[in-house]
């Protein structure tokens, strides 16, 4: 019980802390203006990734960095929220008197409250969750989160950065912005709390973004609630610690930013480094989500651009923010092109991807066959939700360039076309280059606030604006929030269900390992010499002492590795001779990856072609490890795992 209060606790320190950090920002960028709670939050979040980068770049990640970092923001927080006192304790006290008067909103400010703090307490403690069942998971993903993500936030702790990593292919996936947010944690905590940061804290910001939205643009209290409520009941497609909410509420807060007619009088400047900075963090937090990142930003200042009369000063905000994103994303990129051979995969190069050696799950389709799966990422009533509302907006929120009138709460980048627009266009995009490989998974993290968005648009007062076109855009969100809340009701149910056992499970003082595995592991290690290079396929690497050897992560063999490339397909000989060329004579292995989850019947319906190869890749692996450990002496053996001196023959 102790501990999980700990740890629910920290959690909302970590929150404040962001806050901090962002009220940091609307001081020095916008001194004239007090940013709402959830807005200083998402900023404080962007600046804490920028921060992130510079510290990878340096080597100086550690404890001490992280807590005085976090410590800094959440005194400024704190020192902030006791000088706004009176104004915080007036607005509870309306927001209570009037809920004291209607029961319906006293009843959905209940639910909200009740929902809010069931899904953030069941994200304090997760555990381990079957492959099988991971679509919508309670736990941690045993392939991509035990063989890398939670390996990354421990060698930044260790190492002072991320380290070379160029046999990880999911090393190359991410800039390394989400796993530096995961050493917000284990700084603190265990493994087990790292879903705390997304989705737990990242649900929290997302609200109060829709929250500071109502409050600049007015709306029944019904209303909001109606709104937030439709975010509640959304179930996360989880399948792993990679990004899903935290771009949710970055999203939403771009759009807020460009979005808010302040944004005109302010310097453009600051309009330029806040953009930029929003837009940079979601780059680095995962690759799928820059094409709708770039979108937005290309849109938004296209649209500005046309209707703005100094137009000027839109291309030296463009110019400036442009650059900027550069900038905040330099550190990022050295340190992928150090681990991985590319600034950024693949835009910048496919660096030590197994694609630049010629493997590839795309099997050169033709211009029909890319139209196909074009039109087949608008499949789901997500798109159809999507594309509804984003027409239905255009009527209340007309393309009408030029001077705004001043009933108008909005600015003239027409921030809700460019976040229509790119969900819409990167959702196509994401979809071609995964050949719709779980397309929903991959598309929520831009699809979801997207449609947030136009709802909540919906669910506000529009004063002069035609009434029959704000009454069907009303309409037409209710019905698509039903649609969308009921189209997934079995599985949100079964979400909640899980936060319940996720609590349940907290209160025990979980470990994600056993002490028998700890000590396997240290021994194991121990059996290596000091200092040597070891290639890992291992069950648990994230429990290693990366300080001790330079160890690598095989996550999916043969999806990277150094020049010329891993040979696949070509015996355990050719694999022995290509490791030990690249100075690395031990492999670690657990028999667990010989029952691996990716090992399954490649030849089986339904299989799409990237997860079919890189099933393959890991069958080859498999069988060659097997093979050489009948030839190469075993340094260590312990019926799970064992290590594979590749330069001595076994006797």
Not at 46 to 55: D, K, N
Not at 116 to 121: D, G, K, S, V
Not at 408 to 427: D, K, P, W
Not at 567 to 589: D, H, M, N, W
């Amino acid at each position: 019980m102790i501990s999980y209060l700990i740890s629910f606790s920290w959690g909302i320190c970590l929150l404040l802390s962001l806050t901090g950090w962002g009220k940091v920002l609307n001081h020095i960028l916008f001194p004239n203006q007090r940013i709402d709670w959830g807005q200083r939050a998402a900023w404080g979040l962007a600046f804490s990734v920028l921060i992130g980068g510079i510290l990878n770049a340096t080597r100086t990640i550690s404890q001490t960095t992280i807590l005085f970092f976090l410590g800094l923001g959440l005194i400024y927080c704190l020192v902030d929220l006791v000088n706004h006192r009176q104004s915080i304790a007036t607005n509870l006290s309306q927001l209570f008197q009037e809920s004291r008067k209607d029961k319906i909103i006293l009843a959905g400010l209940a639910t909200v409250s009740i929902l809010i703090l069931i899904q953030y307490a069941g994200w304090i403690y997760t555990g381990r969750v079957n492959f099988a069942n991971m679509v919508y998971a309670d736990g941690f993903n045993t392939s991509d989160d035990y063989h890398a993500y939670l390996v990354f936030p421990h060698k930044m702790l260790q190492l002072g950065s991320m380290g070379l990593e160029p046999f990880s292919e999911r090393r190359m996936i991410s800039l390394g912005g989400q796993s530096f947010l995961h050493t917000f944690i284990v700084s603190v905590l265990s493994d087990t709390n790292l879903n705390i940061i997304d989705p737990g804290l990242a649900l929290i910001i997302t609200v109060g973004l829709i929250i500071g939205f109502f409050h600049k643009n007015p709306a029944s209290t019904r209303r909001v609630i109606f709104t937030i409520l439709f975010v509640l009941l959304i179930a996360v497609p989880k399948a792993n610690s990679t990004s899903m909410m935290l771009p949710v509420a970055l999203f939403v807060s771009l759009f807020r930013t460009l979005d808010s007619k302040e944004i005109e009088r302010n310097s453009w400047v600051s309009n330029a480094c806040i953009i930029a900075l929003i837009s940079a963090a979601l780059c680095t937090l995962k690759s799928s989500l820059i094409p709708a990142s770039a979108i937005v930003f290309a849109v938004s200042y296209l649209c500005y651009f046309i209707s703005s009369h100094t137009k000027l000063k839109v291309v030296w905000e463009f110019g400036l923010a442009t650059v900027l994103v550069g900038i905040f994303l330099l550190p990022w990129m050295i340190s992928l092109y150090q681990s991985s051979g590319t600034l950024l995969y693949p835009l910048l190069g496919k660096g030590y991807h197994a694609s630049a050696y010629g493997i590839t799950f795309k099997s050169g389709s033709s211009l029909l066959g890319t139209v196909k799966t074009a039109l087949a990422a608008f499949r789901g009533i997500y798109i159809f939700v999507l594309i509804l509302l984003g027409c239905l907006s255009l009527s209340v929120r007309p393309l009408k360039f030029g001077n705004l009138p001043e009933e108008r709460s909005f600015s003239n980048r027409q921030a809700a076309l460019s976040m229509t627009v790119a969900a819409g266009l990167a959702t196509v995009a994401v979809g071609v280059l995964t050949e719709n490989a779980d397309p929903f998974r991959y598309s929520f993290s831009h699809l979801f606030p997207a449609i947030i968005i136009l709802i909540t648009i919906a669910m506000t007062d529009t004063g002069a604006f035609n009434k029959n076109k704000v009454a069907n855009f009303f309409i037409a969100a209710v019905f698509c929030a039903g649609l969308a809340i009921s189209y997934d009701w079995d599985i949100t149910k079964q979400t909640y269900s899980a936060y319940v056992k996720n609590i349940q499970f907290g209160l025990t003082n979980p470990s994600l390992l056993s002490a028998k595995q700890k000590s396997q592991y240290a021994a194991l290690q121990q059996s290596i010499p000091q200092g040597e290079t070891v290639l890992t396929r291992l069950d648990a690497p994230f429990i290693l002492d990366f300080k001790r050897n330079q160890i690598f992560l095989a996550d999916w063999p043969g999806g990277a590795s150094l020049p010329p490339g891993m040979p696949v397909f070509k015996g355990p000989e050719a694999l022995a001779t290509y490791l030990v060329s690249q100075s690395i004579r031990y492999i670690a292995y657990s028999s667990w990856s010989l029952n691996h989850p990716a090992d399954v019947d490649t030849s089986g319906p339904g299989l799409s072609s990237w997860f079919r190869l890189q099933s393959q890749l890991s069958h080859d692996f498999r069988d060659n490890v097997q093979q050489l450990a009948k030839t190469r002496k075993k340094l260590y053996e312990d019926g799970e795992n064992f290590v594979l001196d590749l330069g001595v023959q076994s006797k």
